[in-house]
Structures are given as structure tokens and as C-alpha cells.
């Protein structure tokens, strides 16, 4: 059994919670925690506290707390609602901390429109560039922050976002004011603010250490972001599972208007609307125009409203540590969005942990429970409880690989990974081609050509490579001889021409195994967003440009055997917009090539 260290002066440290059993000394005196006060305990037992209070007795409360914003504009500042569950014993004299979660959904999701995509695409005009500066996830978590955390001397407190059901304020799709809405809560757990029951009556929080951890799946684990990049004091460490990091990169891709996997025509404006489940809605009629506008479906350009979404930018401000999950195979909450994460956190020295798993939108609750509740006990106990533990001595990343079975790496990506260029090299009869790990000569300046059609999807275009298709071309290696692992950001690099002001460019990796094609990574870019995604220019018809854009990171083992390949395409129908058909793109092939993190570089391709 560990002892807590007390980091405060006698006369308050017997309000904290003790451990069964422990001891410490003030000066020379030796005093015994157990027997020196009748405050209620913890007990801890292998690094990790044990479930020894009722959660039948738990004390239930509802709070409505003030925040520092006026989303609404009336003149009032906002109240979120917050409703906290604590073990009885916080009425004698027991402090705990708190795993809080605030969330948008809990009075539910109106169906609201959405956006038609079987829209012809904007392209700008010559004269007078637009250029602008600088999820839905709809997951439910399963209730078991209440039945696990608070019988280990837990407080939970679930909140309600700004607009959304009991609290004021408008919706506003991940800015300043949902992160002060979010704020508010550990602001009032650490005595910063106000808070007031039904009545009206003020009510302080003080039963609990002030030491908060946040988490949730998608939405809900998005806020948690947000909020610790404005380093809080109090805020302590966050999980966020299948959540957002730039909210750009949830609508957008390289200047593409994108759509959230299965959500195609939701934007940042109607997400809010859904949300907004607040009385008189119709007090956000201005906040909702402002999201509209902002948004900018127009050109699809990064520009300030987004800035304002962008959460990797602000990393540098993160106080807390992060324990970051995510699937490898989520569309809706896509794989970016945690490795851009990942990275600023690294870059920022952030204290850090990160499963990635083969699901997709979903948490570890539902696929690997037996080690992901005590992982998570470990981690809230290191965190909020100060307890020394073995957690952060574990490898830093968890990875699930293909046949399900888990695995340990010291970072991610792999060790080892080494940016690969993999060369086009045509074929002659307008299929695609293969790949050469070498330049391919630009002698004959062979063009090779595909037809944009929405209506052909993506999932049909990648079977049948080696034969002729005029909606796309696949370039494709041989069987390989020995596997091949990519860990982390393809990229693709065509040189192009197209016959009209624009278009959608999309890319697809695909394995092709001995039964079946997979679609392992895709991406997406707006031709006009050659040079940026800041700022869209317009494209001359049938001039050849390059055009480079990144797909969605990933970790994947090709098999040997396997074959790996590369579909070109236009418009993608469950994620771009779908213009009519028929826009020809041509690229030149000797020109082009495709860059592929593989673990072990060039080396590691072998085929025949």
C-alpha cells in the first residue's frame, strides 16, 4: 500500500482524503493518518484506488454555473447546467476530485437540413481572389463514470453545453464561447466563479481537491481539447476519445469542402442548429447566420472562423497531460485529427499516452473493457490523486494492429519510418501503371487521362485495377515479397491539367489481398488550393500544374503477397461534393508520385 505525499501545511492537509494505513511527519513528529482524524478515507491497493464507497448513498446534485460569456447576447452571462454525483462521505469531511464531462447532446439532437452536395463546384473568379487570413458524432458513452468512478472516492460531474438543453447561450460549433462555457465548470470546482441551484441559491463546491480530469467520445472529447488549451488552472489531464483537434479538418480537406463520415452535406452552421435544444431557440438567430457565413462553403479556405476551431495551434498553452484514443479506421472523427494532436502535444512537451485501435468511431469501453477500466483507474489515480503508480512507466502507445491482437511502441509513428517516394510509371494503354522506387525518365510525355463521375463510388473504382476504367487510374505493385508497414501521412504529388476551372482531386491506398480490395487511406484536396488551403486561386483549363495533397494518416501492415496500390479519382460520393459529370483530368505519370511513411524506408519494398 502507497502513502499520499501532503503537499499542504497540517492544518489543512487532514481535510484531504488518506490513505488506509499510510503515515507521514510534520517537522520530527510522526503521525498516523488513520488514527488522527475521523475524515473518511480512500484505500488503494496495486497503484489504484478501490471501490469502497456506496453508490446508492452517493449524493446528487443539479448546478447551474455562471460563466465569463454572453453567447446569446442578452446582456446576461451564460449559465451552464451541471449535474454532480459524490460519494455521501464528501458531506464529513472527504475531498475529492472530479471526472467532469460536458457535452451538447444530452437533451438530444433536433433533425435539422443539410446542406445539398449534388452541387456544381465554385471556382473563383480571375480578377478580385477571395483570400481570407488567417462530430458529430452522435456516440452515446455508456453510463459508467458514476458506477465506477465515484464507489473509488470520485466525484462526477456531467454538463450541458451552451444552447443545448437547461443552459443559456447559443451553440457555436467549438469556439471561444462553448471552451468558456466548458471553462465555467472547473473555474466553479476551484472556487472561481459561481454557481446556484434551481432557486437561486449560490452553491459552492466545497467538497472536492479541485483537481478535474475531463473526457468523452467525439463531441464530448472535443471540448476536453479545447478547454486545455487555455491551461486552466485545476485541469489536471484529459481523454479524449475519437475527438476533434482542428475543426477545419472535420469539414474540409486541403480546401475541399469534406463531409464527416455517413453525416455528407453537415457543416459547422447545422451541427449547431442540431444541438441547439435550448428554449427560444430563435435568441441564436444571428449566432447561427454568423456560423453560416463564417464557415465558407463558398471556397472552402482555412480562415479565421476556423483558426478560432484550430486547437493544435494552442498547444503550447496545455497544462494538463493527455491520454489520447482513437480509431484508426474513423471516417466520422477522421485520423488527423489525433495525429496533428499527437504531434503539437510531443512538440510541446505535453505529458502524453495514446491507444489507436481498428475500430472507428467508438471507445474502448465496447472492445478491450477488461484493460481499459483499470488503465484509465491508473491514470485518473496518477493524475488526480497523485498516486505513484507504474502508468506513465508504460510504453507510451497501445496499437491494435490488423488480426486484433494489441501491441506496445515507445511513440508514434513507428520507429523507424522513413518518408518513401514511390514513383508513377505508366503502362501504355491508360489503366494506371505501376511504381518505380526510382525517377521514371520524362521521355515520350505520356498523358493519361480519367473522367470525373460522382455517381461511380470510390468503393467500386478500386476493383478491377488492371482493367480499364475511364472514372480512374490505378497504379499498382507487384505481389510483395515481404510485408511492408506505412506508419503515419501519405502524401500524392500529380502533375496535372484539368479541362475546367476545377474540380475534386481524391486519392485512395488500397491493398489489394488474395480475396478482396481494402480501401486502407484516402484524401482530398480543391485544385484551387494549389498553393494553400488559406487562400483559393483560379486554375487556367487545360494547363498543367502540380498538385500535392496529404491523405488521411494511418498505421498499416501490407502482408506479403499483397499488392499495393494507388486509385486516382475526382469526386468522392460519400465525402466531397458531386458536381455533374464528365470534367477530364490528365496527368502526366513521370511526373507524379505518391510519398508513403514506411517503416524501414525503400529498403523494405521488394516485389517481382
Not at 467520445?217 to 489536471?236: D, F, H, I, M, R
Request: net charge negative.
Amino acid at each position: 500500500m502507497k502513502k499520499m505525499a501532503l503537499k499542504v501545511l497540517i492544518t489543512s492537509a487532514l481535510t484531504l482524503p488518506l490513505v488506509t494505513g499510510g503515515s507521514t511527519s510534520i517537522g520530527h513528529e510522526p503521525i498516523n493518518l488513520a488514527s488522527a482524524s475521523s475524515i473518511p478515507e480512500i484505500q488503494i491497493k496495486d497503484g489504484m484506488t478501490q471501490p469502497i464507497f456506496s453508490l446508492e448513498e452517493a449524493i446528487i446534485e443539479r448546478v447551474f454555473v455562471e460563466t465569463s460569456t454572453d453567447s446569446d447576447g442578452d446582456g446576461k452571462l451564460d449559465r451552464v447546467r451541471a449535474d454532480i454525483i459524490r460519494p455521501k462521505e464528501t458531506e464529513n469531511g472527504l475531498k475529492v476530485p472530479v471526472i467532469y464531462e460536458m457535452s451538447p447532446y444530452r437533451s438530444g439532437i433536433k433533425s435539422v437540413p443539410v446542406y445539398d452536395v449534388d452541387v456544381e463546384l465554385n471556382s473563383v473568379p480571375k480578377k478580385g481572389n477571395k483570400g481570407k487570413k488567417k462530430g458529430k458524432p452522435k456516440a452515446n458513452l455508456p453510463g459508467y463514470y458514476d458506477d465506477y468512478f465515484v464507489p473509488r472516492g470520485y466525484a462526477v460531474v456531467l454538463a450541458e453545453s451552451v444552447g443545448t438543453g437547461l443552459s443559456d447561450g447559443c451553440a457555436t460549433t467549438g469556439d471561444e464561447h462553448e471552451i468558456l462555457g466548458t471553462r465555467a465548470v472547473i473555474d466553479w470546482l476551484n472556487g472561481r466563479t459561481k454557481a446556484f441551484n434551481k432557486e437561486g441559491e449560490e452553491i459552492k463546491a466545497d467538497w472536492t481537491t479541485g483537481n478535474v480530469g475531463m473526457m468523452g467520445v467525439s463531441y464530448n472529447g472535443t471540448l476536453p481539447n479545447a478547454v486545455a488549451t487555455t491551461g486552466v488552472e485545476g485541469l489536471k489531464t484529459i481523454v479524449p476519445i475519437a475527438a476533434i483537434s482542428s475543426w477545419y479538418d472535420y469539414y474540409r480537406s486541403n480546401g475541399a469542402v469534406i463531409a464527416p463520415g455517413g453525416y455528407q452535406g453537415e457543416d459547422a452552421d447545422n451541427l449547431a442548429d442540431a444541438v441547439l435544444t435550448r428554449d427560444n431557440p430563435e435568441a441564436c438567430h444571428n449566432m447561427m447566420e454568423h456560423l453560416t457565413e463564417g464557415q465558407d462553403r463558398e471556397t472552402g479556405d482555412y480562415n479565421d472562423f476556423w483558426d478560432q476551431r484550430n486547437y493544435t495551434k494552442d498547444a503550447d498553452k496545455i497544462n494538463a497531460s493527455v491520454f489520447v484514443v482513437h480509431g484508426l479506421n474513423d471516417w466520422n472523427v477522421k485520423t488527423k485529427h489525433f495525429s496533428g494532436w499527437w504531434k503539437a502535444l510531443g512538440e510541446n512537451h505535453v505529458p502524453r499516452k495514446m491507444w489507436l485501435h481498428q475500430g472507428g468511431h467508438s471507445s474502448p469501453y465496447s472492445f478491450r473493457r477488461d484493460a481499459w477500466l483499470p488503465t484509465l483507474n491508473k491514470w485518473f489515480d496518477y493524475w488526480l490523486y497523485d498516486i505513484k503508480n507504474d502508468v506513465m512507466d508504460e510504453p507510451m502507445v497501445d496499437i491494435q494492429r490488423e488480426d486484433k491482437t494489441w501491441k506496445t511502441e515507445e511513440n508514434w509513428p513507428a520507429a523507424g519510418t522513413v518518408n518513401t517516394k514511390l514513383y508513377l510509371q505508366p503502362d501504355s494503354d491508360n489503366v494506371g501503371g505501376t511504381f518505380s522506387l526510382k525517377p521514371v525518365p520524362n521521355k515520350n510525355k505520356q498523358s493519361q487521362t480519367f473522367v470525373d463521375n460522382a455517381m461511380v463510388r470510390a468503393e467500386t473504382l478500386v476493383f478491377n485495377p488492371d482493367e480499364a476504367s475511364q472514372n480512374r487510374l490505378a497504379y499498382v505493385t507487384p505481389p510483395l515479397k515481404e510485408s511492408v508497414r506505412i506508419s503515419g501521412t501519405p502524401q500524392v504529388q500529380i502533375r496535372a491539367s484539368i479541362d475546367k476551372p476545377t474540380a475534386n482531386l481524391t486519392a485512395l491506398l488500397v491493398k489489394y489481398g488474395p480475396e478482396k480490395a481494402e480501401i486502407v487511406t484516402r484524401g482530398w484536396m480543391d485544385p484551387q488550393n494549389l498553393r494553400n488551403e488559406e487562400r483559393s486561386i483560379s486554375l487556367t483549363p487545360n494547363r498543367e500544374y502540380t498538385f500535392t495533397w496529404d491523405m488521411q494518416p494511418d498505421d498499416f501492415v501490407f502482408q506479403a503477397g499483397d499488392r499495393l496500390g494507388i486509385i486516382l479519382l475526382s469526386s468522392d460520393y460519400n465525402y466531397t461534393l458531386r458536381p455533374e459529370a464528365g470534367t477530364k483530368i490528365s496527368i502526366d505519370p513521370e511526373r507524379s508520385h505518391i510519398v508513403l511513411p514506411v517503416t524501414g524506408g525503400k529498403a523494405a519494398f521488394e516485389w517481382k
